[in-house]
């Protein structure tokens, strides 16, 4: 994900409706894809994975979708609440790189 | 407890200075590293130490100089401070130095602020 100018792209849901947080990521040698939430003040926190071979994972209320095809990923929060309000960030790695690169964040911004 | 804990919280220096952020790991994970997010929130990897050996060190002046006395800590040392350093640094830890085992755990971060 490259930067989208100076300011983080945001997403502004009512409380209680579904989000859907979309990233495109770079390297089509990726095998493996992390989103991660980070809370004001707070690192960047684990929320769901998944590895090339699969296109879609859920967990509780968070459902990610991988699109090999034109390096798409996006992670959808159902019944959105105001604790969900944070930036999210994906990041992919594999292929030749064993680092974890970072796309640009998301503002998720919950309005009650 | 916390599984990656970072001190200090913030840090406020002036230029020139030299500081460090120390980091500490409680998950027995081999694999540890250092980033940084600037103002804009991009996150950009800096170093990754797998079992206190340097694996990854991009393009980050030398002045940046990090340090893992064990494999559960490692340490950022940054001499002559400019204005530039001025972000925040994390410290994450992964089970192994492919990071696909659950990804990277991250610490609460360094805030530093050079004036």
């Known amino acids: 994900g490259e930067s989208v100018g100076l300011h983080l792209p945001t997403l502004s849901v009512q409380e209680g409706d579904n989000s859907i947080i979309n990233c495109a990521y770079s390297?089509?040698?990726?095998?493996?894809f992390i989103w991660y939430k980070q809370e004001s003040g707070k690192g960047p926190q684990f929320i769901i994975d998944?590895?090339?071979?699969?296109d879609k994972r859920q967990g509780q209320r968070v459902t990610v979708l991988l699109n090999k095809t034109v390096k798409h990923l996006s992670l959808q929060i159902a019944a959105t609440q105001p604790g969900d309000s944070a930036v999210y960030f994906c990041?992919?790695?594999?292929?030749?790189?064993?680092?974890?690169?970072f796309g640009t964040g998301t503002l998720l911004a919950v309005q009650p | 407890d916390t599984a990656v804990s970072q001190t200090p919280k913030y840090l406020v220096t002036q230029m020139g200075n030299d500081k460090s952020i120390k980091c500490e790991q409680n998950l027995g994970h081999d694999t540890m590293y250092w980033y940084k997010q600037d103002s804009k929130k991009f996150l950009k990897i800096m170093f990754s130490?797998?079992?206190?050996?340097?694996?990854i060190n991009e393009t980050v002046p030398n002045r940046f100089s990090p340090k893992s006395p064990d494999k559960a800590h490692l340490n950022l040392h940054i001499n002559s401070l400019e204005l530039g350093d001025s972000a925040v640094y994390f410290c994450?830890?992964?089970?192994?130095?492919?990071?696909?085992?659950?990804?990277?755990?991250f610490g609460s971060g360094t805030r530093l602020t050079v004036v």
């Open positions: 130490y797998n079992n206190k050996e340097l694996i």
């Open positions: 998944i590895r090339s071979n699969m």
């Open positions: 390297n089509s040698a990726s095998d493996y």
């Open positions: 990041a992919e790695t594999g292929g030749a790189t064993n680092k974890l690169i």
């Open positions: 994450a830890s992964s089970q192994d130095h492919l990071g696909q085992l659950g990804g990277y755990t």
